[in-house]
Nanobody
Framework: QVQVVESGGGLVQYGGSLRLSCAAS????????MGWYRQAPGKQRELVAVIGNGGSPNYADSVKGRFTISRDNVKNTAYLQINSLKPEDTAIYYCNVHVAYDSGGNYFSYWGQGTQVTVSS
């Protein structure tokens, strides 16, 4: 009922930048939570950044000062601006959104398929 599509990943050199996008579509009344996670090879998926409906972001300590999350509520889209990339940022980046279908107050979690970010040294 809801599709989540990430884009913007790619191969970038150490110190470079990328802007990831996460677009949600389908049966959406509102989105209260939009988050970015990442999973490196052989490691567990970890939270990178989240932003609520009010717009207040939170970041993992490892990315503070380098990553910026934002959202466009009209487009149902979240963004992750990634600066000063390091090889340890290499991972698949996933988007997670919590969607309500109506005004009833129940939210459901949806994940995208991920976008690969590779940082070369």
């Amino acid at each position: 009922q809801v599709q989540v599509v990430e884009s913007g990943g790619g191969l970038v050199q150490y110190g470079g930048s990328l802007r990831l996008s996460c677009a949600a579509s389908g049966r959406i009344f509102s989105i209260n939570y939009m988050g970015w996670y990442r999973q490196a090879p052989g490691k567990q998926r970890e939270l990178v950044a989240v932003i609520g409906n009010g717009g207040s972001p939170n970041y993992a300590d490892s990315v503070k000062g380098r990553f910026t999350i934002s959202r466009d509520n009209v487009k149902n889209t979240a963004y992750l601006q990634i600066n000063s990339l390091k090889p340890e940022d290499t991972a698949i980046y996933y988007c997670n959104v919590h969607v309500a279908y109506d005004s009833g107050g129940n939210y459901f979690s949806y994940w995208g398929q991920g976008t690969q970010v590779t940082v070369s040294s």
